[in-house]
């Protein structure tokens, strides 16, 4: 069984600081791993997808990889209130099949 | 083409009923997922098509739910003798496959309730 961990929160952060969410796998296979915002009542939207090790940076937002301790991060920089969402992080496996997510990161964002 | 659509948006049954959803993916994507995601809780995956081929799914899914896509456009999902666990927000997503990575993208979801 796959598992995707993740802390349910609330993480709370004043705007303009950084919020680090983090998020732990299972499956030493996994080759794909992917970030997803879901505002409350609304479906997931990716946010970023990372597959080597190391970091990747899209404007505010850097995912971080490190697949011997099977470990995702991702880093919102000047967090603002718009991005209060929870954040699922979600893992795909050898191939190009399906996705498992986690639980999700609620984030508040306070002004 | 605006995006992954699903029908209806809400859906609420007495238990014991069956009900059928519907998604309509973007055009040129052959690859059809369906989700279901409880309140917080991850989307959990159930079941997957490419083209008219259902290649997966998953071991959670009991015999009263059925996932068609009969000419690789649109699929439909009915749960048959639905109960009140299967109330939950239904998530239909699709993308393309090819070389390199291709983003799936979620329809707005069926929010079901069964009463």
């Known amino acids: 069984q796959k598992e995707v961990e993740q802390n349910s929160g609330p993480l709370s952060v004043p705007e303009g600081a950084i919020a680090s969410l983090n998020c732990t796998y299972s499956d030493r296979g996994s080759q794909s791993f992917f970030w997803y915002r879901q505002y409350s009542g609304k479906s997931p939207e990716l946010i970023m997808f990372?597959?080597?090790?190391g970091d990747k940076e899209d404007g505010r937002f850097t995912a971080q990889l490190n697949k011997a301790s099977q470990y995702v991060s991702l880093l919102i920089r000047d967090s603002q209130p718009s991005d209060s969402a929870t954040y699922l992080c979600a893992v795909g496996g050898p191939g190009d099949s399906t996705l498992t997510f986690g639980k999700g990161t609620m984030l508040l964002v306070s002004p | 083409d605006t995006g992954v659509s699903q029908d209806p948006r809400h859906k609420i049954t007495k238990r014991g009923q069956n009900v059928t959803f519907r998604c309509d993916p973007i055009?040129?994507?052959?690859?059809l997922y369906w989700y279901r995601q409880t309140l917080g809780q991850g989307p959990e995956f159930l079941t997957y098509f490419q083209n008219e081929a259902q290649l997966e799914k998953s071991r959670l899914l009991s015999d009263r739910f059925s996932a068609e896509r009969p000419k690789g456009s649109f699929s439909t999902l009915e749960i048959q003798r639905t109960e009140q666990g299967d109330s939950a927000m239904y998530l239909c997503?699709?993308?393309?496959?090819?070389?390199?990575?291709?983003?799936?993208?979620f329809g707005q979801g069926t929010r079901l309730t069964v009463v």
């Open positions: 990372i597959y080597s090790n």
């Open positions: 055009s040129e994507h052959n690859r």
């Open positions: 997503a699709s993308r393309s496959t090819g070389s390199g990575y291709t983003e799936a993208f």
